[in-house]
Each structure stands twice: as structure tokens, then as C-alpha cells.
């Protein structure tokens, strides 16, 4: 199934549906994925500059799309930190390469976790959905014999729902397994 078949079965499957479940009047109304943004915290970071450059093309690899290094808003002394220092790497998916990535988030990582029993169902009250992995190496871009440290990260799927209930309904659709 390649990524435009996803985009064609939101239009063709899951709008309808979510049509019918919902009793929208209008198309506008039916809920959509607006982005996914994968997120990467690096604490570590601070001691060791390197370790930015490495989940940079990491993530850039496992989105296909060039990560961006974030950076300190304010000093921290507890934890060393200066403003504007490098401490994360983020990336924003949309539209082709964001149902790309779902796909493969789909039905290839999120398989391969080890005693997997689905996702948790919570979402935040607005429609949105954090998933937390907590291994990068479950995507198959990631060469296991190459990384040095095993760092987790947060995958939001940002969508245009009112509520969680439909919001939860998109995701559901989009083949996203929750637990029961």
C-alpha cells in the first residue's frame, strides 16, 4: 500500500465514516490529521555536543525530512544549562510525509516493539495524541550495529477534532492500535 493509497482511504473510507458516526452535516466538520511531530529531548546534551549531531540524523532518517536541533529558552544551574543551548532535535511532518510516516509508525515500528500490547488511549483533551517510544531503534531505518545510545521520543498527532471522541474515532481509523 503506498502512501497516496493512505490519503486516498481518509477520503474514500474514513471520512465517510467518520461522517455517518459523528451525523456531520457538512465535510468540513469530519476531523483530519494536520501534522505529526516527532520530539526528542536530550538532557544529555549538555555535557556532549555530539550527541545532537547523532539524533539530528537520526530523526532525519526515520522522517525523511531534515530535523532541527531546539533550543534552551532560559539558564538552569541545577542542571548546567545556558540559554540557547542545543538540547533536543524536532521535526514537523505534513501531508505526504506525514501519512508516510504514520504507515510506517503502523505497520512496521510499532510491531516490532518487543511484548507489544497496543498504545495507551489517553489523549489531552483538545484532540491530540502523544505516543511515547521509548527506543529509536525500532524503525528500520535505524542501523542497530551504529547507535551508541538508546533514546526515546514523542510522536504527537496533531488533528482538527473538537473533542477526544472523534479524535480517538480518526486515529482508530487510521489504524493506530489501541489498547482494548
Same mark, same amino acid.
Given at each position: 500500500?503506498? /502512501?497516496a ?5 481518509y ?10 458516526q ?14 505529526i511531530?516527532?520530539n526528542?529531548?536530550?538532557g544529555?546534551?549538555?555535557?556532549d ?13 526515520i522522517?525523511?525530512?531534515k ?5 534552551s529558552?532560559?539558564?538552569i544551574?541545577?542542571f ?8 533536543g532535535?524536532?521535526v514537523?511532518?505534513?501531508?505526504d ?9 503502523v505497520?512496521v515500528?510499532?510491531p ?6 497496543g498504545?495507551?488511549?489517553k ?5 491530540n495524541? /502523544?505516543l511515547g517510544?521509548?527506543e529509536q531503534?525500532?524503525f528500520?531505518e535505524?542501523n542497530?550495529? /551504529?547507535?551508541?545510545k ?7 498527532f496533531?488533528?482538527?477534532?473538537k473533542?477526544d471522541e ?5 486515529l ?6 489501541f489498547?482494548?
Open positions: 500500500m503506498n /502512501t493509497s493512505y490519503k486516498s482511504d477520503k474514500e473510507r474514513i471520512a465517510p465514516a467518520l461522517k455517518k459523528f451525523g456531520y452535516k457538512s465535510a468540513m466538520q469530519i476531523p483530519v490529521l494536520e501534522k511531530v516527532l526528542q529531548g536530550l544529555d546534551a549538555v555535557a555536543k555530539k550527541i545532537i549531531e547523532v539524533a539530528v540524523n537520526e530523526m532525519t532518517a522522517s525523511g525530512q530535523a532541527i536541533a531546539t533550543y529558552k532560559k539558564d544551574s541545577n548546567k544549562l545556558r540559554k540557547k543551548m542545543p538540547i532535535v524536532c514537523t511532518l505534513r501531508r510525509r506525514m501519512y508516510e510516516f504514520l504507515e510506517k509508525l505497520r515500528a510499532l516490532r516493539i518487543r511484548d507489544f500490547k498504545i495507551n488511549s489523549l489531552d483533551g483538545r484532540g495524541y /502523544t517510544i521509548q531503534i525500532i528500520p535505524i542497530i550495529d /551504529t547507535v551508541t538508546l533514546s526515546g521520543m514523542n510522536i504527537t496533531v488533528t482538527s477534532a473533542t472523534e479524535a480517538f474515532a480518526l482508530k481509523e487510521f489504524g493506530l492500535p489498547k482494548k
